[in-house]
């Protein structure tokens, strides 16, 4: 009678149980874990992210460009007003040299040349600000701590450019040039043509001190490595004289060599600067 209560109670189980399901039970069964998500990098965010359309991010831009232009305007407009003062520094380089004017107007249209250059150059902080403002929402917590580093020290490496064109390149160049034709020809030089060499041979050596900065920006987004720079030293050397050879607007070798030198100082002192930052 028992028996025959058991089997009767086993029977009600199994028909409670679908046949498809496997029912394996073990003392030492874990809850099946969960598949680990990798959480995101807090430097990888955007910061204060705020949805644009295209048309105003189109908007902001016009906006940006109109007030740039505005600043460059008015420092070109109060760089003529006092061009005279720098187009006499400029000409203090070519020591024992008359400057003729060889042409109607040409004075003037060299004060516009300077006047440009240099109002440019004054407004370059405020047009740079523009920039900054434009691309700052898109740039991650990483990409943000790069640009206060990079902004300030591409500033000053410009600044030491010019300085070190008008101090060393410029002076070289010149005196290279007098010297040569001495007891030939008497120095008697086109105002246009020179300050057409000057004013590039100082931007030109402005644009090449950024090299250190570029390094920093490959290396920080971690593109290049310190290492990856240094083993291309061969090649660097070579870059090196070709671009001194191509910046430099006259054909005297000394200005190609110092300024071949300058580029490698900064490159090596860029890859100095990477491996300073742990890349």
Do not use: N
């Amino acid at each position: 009678m028992l028996s025959s209560q058991l089997m009767t109670s086993s029977q009600d189980v199994d028909t409670k149980i679908p046949s498809g399901i496997d029912l394996e039970v073990r003392g030492d069964s874990k809850p099946a874990s969960k598949p680990e998500i990798d959480p995101l990098d807090p430097l990888d965010e955007l910061p204060g992210e705020v949805e644009m359309s295209i048309f105003d991010h189109l908007e902001e831009l016009r906006q940006r460009i109109f007030y740039s232009l505005i600043a460059v305007a008015v420092g070109v407009i109060g760089c003529f007003l006092f061009v005279k003062p720098i187009v006499q520094l400029l000409e203090v380089p070519a020591q024992g040299v008359k400057f003729l004017q060889l042409a109607p107007g040409e004075y003037f249209f060299v004060s516009l040349k300077v006047a440009g250059y240099s109002g440019l150059l004054l407004s370059s902080p405020f047009v740079l600000y523009q920039i900054i403002q434009f691309v700052l929402p898109g740039l991650t917590r990483r990409e943000r701590r790069l640009l206060g580093p990079v902004v300030l020290g591409s500033s000053f490496l410009f600044a030491g450019g010019l300085v070190f064109a008008y101090l060393l390149l410029v002076p070289a160049a010149l005196k290279f040039f007098i010297s040569y034709g001495a007891d030939v020809v008497e120095q008697l030089w086109s105002i246009d043509k020179y300050f057409e060499f000057i004013l590039l041979l100082l931007f030109s050596t402005g644009l090449a001190f950024q090299i250190p900065i570029i390094q920093v920006l490959l290396g920080g987004l971690g593109i290049v490595s310190s290492k990856q720079m240094l083993s291309g030293w061969r090649y660097v050397i070579l870059g090196a004289v070709v671009l001194g050879a191509i910046l430099t607007p006259s054909t005297d070798p000394l200005t190609q060599s110092l300024l071949a030198g300058a580029v490698l100082g900064l490159y090596f002192g860029g890859i100095g600067l990477v491996k300073l930052i742990g890349k």
